[in-house]
């Protein structure tokens, strides 16, 4: 082989060593570059991962922290029934124990009598109280608790079933009144109720 032969063999070589060199170069890049992307995409991925695991963590916390919010309010609400309920009780069972003709039961009988008899605009009156308040409550009492102006005749009978207070109805049925402790304080529990709820807000 001469030199000339030599030196295009050569030329022949280095040419493609240049080329399998930029070959390399290339794919190397092409692999750089895949890489990056690829690491790029997967902390894409992670983060939005670690993004969706975050705000279903806040959401689980929340609805925990809304449960024991709620459980507390049930709580709450019931130890306030069970507080309203004993109260109620408590003062019912004090006014029924007042002794008969005494003055602060004499003055409750008299109130609780105007209203009822207010309320039940009849001719004919049926009126029942507690045996204790019988001899108490008799039609020439009941009379002079009579709005002004209004004339009424009444029957007065002992009903075992009230502890105080009394019940007013007309003969023929049409008007009721119930103005018993019993039937004041029920309507009392709803104000108490009331009133509770509005120092709430």
Same mark, same amino acid.
């Given at each position: 082989?001469?030199?000339q032969e030599k030196r295009l063999e050569e030329e022949i070589l280095g040419d493609a060593r240049q080329k399998a060199e930029r070959v390399v170069a290339r794919a190397n890049a092409d692999a750089a570059a895949a890489l990056k992307r690829a690491r790029t995409l997967n902390e894409r991925r992670r983060t939005k991962a670690l993004e969706q695991t975050r705000e279903e963590a806040e959401h689980h916390a929340e609805?925990?922290?809304s449960g024991i919010w709620n459980e507390q309010r049930k709580m709450w609400l019931m130890r306030r029934e069970e507080v309203i309920r004993r109260f109620l009780k408590g003062l019912l069972?004090? #006014?029924g124990?007042? *002794?008969?003709?005494? *003055?602060? @039961? #004499?003055a409750s009988l008299s109130t609780l009598a105007a209203e009822a008899l207010a309320a039940v605009p009849a001719a004919e009156v049926l009126v029942e109280v507690s045996a204790v308040d019988l001899p108490t409550v008799t039609p020439e009492w009941l009379a002079k608790r009579l709005p002004a102006g209004r004339a009424a005749r009444f029957t007065v009978?002992?009903?075992?079933?009230?502890?105080?207070? #009394?019940k007013v109805a007309s003969a023929d049925g @049409?008007? &009721?009144?119930d103005n018993t402790y019993a039937a004041r304080l029920a309507r009392l529990e709803e104000e108490f109720r @009331? &009133? #509770?709820?509005?120092?709430e807000k």
């Open positions: 082989m001469d030199d609805n925990i922290l069972d004090d #006014l124990a007042a *002794p008969a003709k005494s *003055p602060e @039961r #004499l009978q002992a009903s075992s079933g009230i502890g105080g207070g #009394l @049409r008007f &009721t009144y @009331r &009133t #509770l709820a509005d120092c």
